[in-house]
C-alpha cells in the first residue's frame, strides 16, 4: 500500500476534512506495518447524515486496492440477519465476503447505533465478536456451521452518534467525528467537485452548464441548514437532468443559470 498514493485519492474525493484525513493516513501506516491485518481498534467515521462517512470508507478501499462492502445496520432487529441461520441462509457478513470473491475486502458496518432497541443487545453481542481480532478469527456463521477466521477483513463502522452503542463495541472503536460543512465548503465542493463530475457522468461537457458565482449561495442552501451534502448533490444532479433533457429536445445547448431562471431548474429554491 503506497501512503502517497493514498492521500492523493483522500484528497481527490474529499475536500477539506484535513484532520480526517491524516488520522486515516496514520492508521493505514499502522495497518502496513502490521502486515495489512487490522488488529485494534476499529475505525468509526461519527456524523450526521451526509456529512461523507460512506464515501471515506469507499476512499479506503480504493486506497488498499481492495474489494468494497458495506451493510446497513440500519433498523437491523435479527441478529440471524448477519449469523446466518442453520437451515436458511448464510449471514449478510458471509454474503458480504461471497459478493466480493476474497476473504479481505474492506466492509462497512453502517449505522451501527440504528439497530432495532429490542434486538440492541444480542446485536451488539454479535458484533463485538465481529469487531474483536481475539474472537473474529473463529466467527461462527450457524448456517456455515464452522469457524470462519474474519481477520484479514478490514471493517469499518458508521454512527450518527454513540449513544446507542454498547460500551463493550466502543471500547473497540476508534472515533473520528466527522464535522459539518460551513456553507463556504459546500459552496466549493459543489462548484468544483459535484458539478464537473456529475457533467462527465451525463455525458454533457462542462462548460455545458455555467452557474452565476452570486447563485452558489442560494444553489447550498435553498431550505435552511443542512449539516451534509447528500441534499445538494440530489439538487445539482436534479438540475444536470432537466438540462439534459432540453438538450436532447433541442431547446438549448448549454446554459447560464442566474436569478431569472434558477426557480426553473431548482424549484425548490
Excluded at 3 to 25: F, S, V
Excluded at 109 to 114: F, Q
Excluded at 244 to 249: D, G, N, P, T
Aim: glycine share 8%; net charge neutral; aromatic share 6%.
Amino acid at each position: 500500500m503506497d501512503l502517497q498514493r493514498a492521500k492523493e485519492i483522500l484528497d481527490k474525493n474529499h475536500y477539506g476534512l484535513n484532520e480526517i484525513k491524516e488520522r486515516i493516513l496514520e492508521y493505514l501506516a499502522v495497518l502496513k506495518l502490521q502486515g495489512g491485518v487490522a488488529r485494534a481498534p476499529i475505525l468509526c467515521l461519527a456524523g450526521l447524515a451526509g456529512t461523507g462517512k460512506t464515501s471515506l470508507a469507499i476512499s479506503i478501499a480504493e486506497a488498499m486496492e481492495r474489494k468494497y462492502e458495506r451493510i446497513a445496520f440500519g433498523g437491523l432487529g435479527d441478529p440471524y440477519f448477519l449469523r446466518g441461520k442453520k437451515d436458511g441462509e448464510p449471514g449478510e457478513i458471509i454474503k458480504a465476503l461471497i459478493r466480493a470473491g476474497t476473504k479481505n475486502p474492506v466492509m462497512l458496518l453502517d449505522e451501527i447505533d440504528r439497530v432495532d432497541e429490542k434486538a440492541r443487545a444480542t446485536i451488539m453481542g454479535v458484533l463485538l465478536e465481529i469487531l474483536d481480532p481475539a474472537q473474529n478469527k473463529s466467527f461462527l456463521d450457524h448456517y456455515v456451521d464452522k469457524p470462519f477466521d474474519l481477520s484479514e477483513v478490514l471493517f469499518i463502522a458508521t454512527c450518527n452518534n454513540t449513544t446507542n452503542i454498547a460500551t463493550a463495541v466502543l471500547d473497540r472503536l476508534e472515533l473520528l467525528n466527522m464535522p459539518a460543512y460551513t456553507d463556504e465548503q459546500k459552496i466549493t465542493i459543489a462548484r468544483d467537485y459535484m458539478l464537473p463530475k456529475i457533467l462527465q457522468q451525463t455525458g454533457m461537457g462542462e462548460k455545458t452548464i455555467t452557474i452565476n458565482a452570486e447563485m452558489w449561495p442560494k444553489i447550498v442552501r435553498p431550505l435552511g441548514f443542512d449539516a451534509g451534502i447528500r441534499t445538494l448533490e440530489r439538487n445539482i444532479d436534479g438540475m444536470v437532468r432537466k438540462v439534459a433533457k432540453l438538450i436532447v429536445e433541442g431547446k438549448l445547448t448549454n446554459i447560464t443559470i442566474d436569478d431569472n431562471n434558477v426557480k426553473e431548474f431548482l424549484p425548490q429554491w
